[in-house]
């Protein structure tokens, strides 16, 4: 999972099987969250977003879930693909409503 | 439609010596915004503008000035460079309604 600090955590998973990236954030007031990925060499893309009034959130092969007690996000990709290598961020608002933080991002390495 | 273009791709400055990263959006997004990417790290926001005319301050905004020209262009100058700031400098924008940011390719500075 994400965690702040130099080093990028990692996961490796092989092709086919279901990948689960975690994310916690920091303020319980926060009210929509983003997961973007990032390839190399490339800006970061959106991939799902997900209001604090939801739990869980699907869209083609991922889906978000938000537990507000915790304050933990995960992002759970199914059926990883080689073109799922990439690392993923995610991100949260500051108190000003347009600008985000971003975590420090999980590399995912799908191995063949 | 170009999206989120950025000028120039790659820069090898000198310490001490200024210049100007240059990004364009044809989408019609009221906010921009310049982060930088350090190895390993996630983004970290430089300088946002809600609007034209309008501009604030991110998390790391030391060493840097902004333009926003006009709606479309936001530029980001370095004055003296230094060797810390030596990274990958990302524009996005995003508009109010939705906030997700679409993200340009990156210019990659090198400070020596």
């Known amino acids: 999972g994400e965690s702040v600090g130099l080093h990028l955590p990692t996961l490796s998973v092989q092709e086919g099987d279901n990948s689960i990236i975690n994310c916690a954030y920091s303020?319980?007031?926060?009210?929509?969250f983003i997961w973007y990925k990032q390839e190399s060499g490339k800006g970061p893309q959106f991939i799902i977003d997900?209001?604090?009034?939801?739990d869980k959130r699907q869209g083609q092969r991922v889906t978000v879930l938000l537990n507000k007690t915790v304050k933990h996000l995960s992002l759970q990709i199914a059926a990883t693909q080689p073109g799922d290598s990439a690392v993923y961020f995610c991100a949260e608002p500051y108190t000003n409503f347009n600008k985000f933080y971003f975590g420090s991002g999980t590399k995912l390495n799908v191995k063949p | 439609n170009a999206g989120v273009t950025q000028t120039p791709k790659f820069q090898v400055l000198k310490t001490g010596q200024s210049m100007t990263l240059q990004c364009a959006q044809d989408m019609n997004h009221n906010s921009m915004y310049w982060y930088r990417q350090d190895p390993g790290m996630g983004l970290r926001l430089i300088y946002y503008s809600a609007s034209e005319g309008t501009t604030d301050k991110g998390e790391v905004p030391n060493g840097y000035n902004v333009s926003r020209l006009n709606k479309r262009e936001f530029s980001l100058r370095l004055e003296s460079a230094a060797p810390s700031q030596t990274s990958v400098y990302f524009c996005?924008?995003?508009?109010?309604?939705?906030?997700?940011?679409?993200f340009g390719p990156g210019t990659r500075l090198t400070v020596l």
């Open positions: 997900i209001r604090s009034n939801m």
């Open positions: 303020n319980s007031a926060s009210d929509y």
């Open positions: 996005a924008s995003s508009n109010t309604i939705r906030r997700e940011q679409f």
